[in-house]
């Protein structure tokens, strides 16, 4: 792996005044109608600004030619733009990933990726068939850094740096669609909340966000799903979710102690309280719940831990999957990868228990993209293309 050389998260466009502009990127169609109604506007208005934003990606509010021009003026005159999040940066992977850093309105950038051919994470759950066009994955980040504090996890190394707001989150899909030219309905598109931060910490602007993807860009929350590392409180208010993705819970370990050494958040909620939580998901046909599995060399990759997994969710009696995720380096860190052979033990060992068991493509290792590995690199890296 090539060495990380910045310690410390970068401001890319570190621009006061930009901060003060007031964004329309994230209003749903209730903000909107409320703004469109402090300019005296009719309500047909709030249709039009909204296809404009989530459906047209209009990065300009001069363009909106939608809309009358006194009142595009009106609003650039109080303040509002746009807002939609920019690529700043981006690096291509030799297998296809793409992973750019997406700028908000004070210049703080986040993680996105973008992977051809979806990750693999989603075999399994019913939904590979059809004739799309193009199919592709996104990971989106909810937060800059993380609080959580999982010791293998590359993000965990910035701390919390701040929440992101409903536009930054479901803007971060927007850009990454428009750089793509992805046709809406036609291309199948998943997305997986597995970017920098905890989901479940950043409950409400998280699940704004997917609202606005669902209800205004018309991505289907049948392909979308979010990890969390198991914030009980945050899975139960999901459960009570009229519109959701499917859920994802990074397990990591077969039982507390375990992973309390890796995951320190087991001391606030253990798995006996995470699996509780997650048992009040109610479950739509098919539905799956994920559990991810952070194979680290040596330390839960043992096939008397595949054995104890096996109990474990055997005891859980919900309809699951596991999907093995080989551990991404990340330098200082004190684990290693299991090799192949383990792995393919291990899945053996979790399918022998009667469980679906699923190996993850590493995608994008090369660039700093894959799980965990979101730090916001820019050093040592080719890059291919530059400030849009
Ligand atoms: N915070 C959420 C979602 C983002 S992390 C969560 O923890 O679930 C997404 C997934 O990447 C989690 O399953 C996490 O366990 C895994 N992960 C973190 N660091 C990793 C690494 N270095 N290698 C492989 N997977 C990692
Ligand atoms: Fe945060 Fe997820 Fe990384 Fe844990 S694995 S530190 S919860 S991003």
Not at 64 to 91: C, D, H, K, Q, W
Not at 158 to 178: F, S
Not at 256 to 277: G, Y
Not at 325 to 354: A, C, E
Request: hydrophobic residues 40%.
């Amino acid at each position: 792996m090539m060495p990380l050389g910045r310690k410390q998260p970068v401001s890319i466009l570190d621009s006061p005044e930009a901060a003060a502009v007031q964004s329309l990127f994230g209003l749903n169609h209730q903000q909107l109608t409320t703004l469109l109604g402090e300019f005296s506007e009719p309500a047909y208005r709030v249709k039009q600004l909204s296809e404009a934003l989530y459906r047209g990606w209009e990065e300009d509010l001069a363009e909106v030619s939608t809309l009358p021009r006194n009142l595009r003026a009106a609003m650039v005159e109080r303040g509002y733009a746009v807002g939609l999040p920019r690529i700043v940066e981006s690096f291509v992977s030799i297998d296809g990933t793409e992973r750019y850093l997406i700028a908000g309105n004070d210049g703080q950038t986040v993680e996105t990726v973008w992977m051809p051919d979806g990750d693999g994470g989603e075999a399994g759950d019913g939904s590979e068939s059809g004739t799309d066009l193009r199919r592709a994955t996104i990971c989106v980040s909810s937060q800059i850094g993380c609080a959580v504090n999982c010791q293998f996890c590359l993000t965990a190394k910035l701390g919390i740096i701040r929440n992101l707001t409903a536009g930054e989150i479901a803007g971060q899909v927007v850009a990454v669609l428009k750089r793509h030219k992805v046709k809406i309905g036609k291309d199948r598109i998943n997305l997986v909340f597995m970017g920098m931060g905890e989901p479940f910490l950043n409950y409400d602007e998280f699940m704004a966000a997917v609202r606005l993807l669902v209800e205004e860009v018309g991505i289907p929350e049948s392909r979308m799903t979010v990890s969390t590392s198991g914030i009980v409180p945050g899975i139960l208010r999901f459960a009570q979710e009229p519109i959701r993705p499917k859920l994802a819970i990074s397990l990591n370990a077969p039982n507390d102690a375990a992973r309390t050494e890796i995951m320190p958040i087991t001391k606030k909620w253990n798995l006996d309280h995470v699996i509780a939580a997650v048992r009040q998901v109610p479950l739509r046909a098919k539905e799956k719940i994920t559990f991810e599995y952070v194979l680290l060399g040596g330390l839960n990759d043992r096939e008397r831990d595949a054995d104890e997994v096996g109990r474990l969710l055997r005891r859980a009696n919900v309809p699951l999957k596991v999907n093995l995720i080989v551990w991404n380096p990340g330098p200082g860190m004190p684990y290693s990868m299991s090799d192949p052979h383990t792995v393919h033990l291990f899945q053996y060992r979790l399918k022998f228990n009667n469980l679906s068991a699923y190996v993850r493509r590493p995608r994008g290792r090369d660039i700093y993209a894959a799980c965990g590995q979101l730090k916001r690199t820019t050093d040592n890296l080719v890059q291919l293309s530059g400030t849009s």
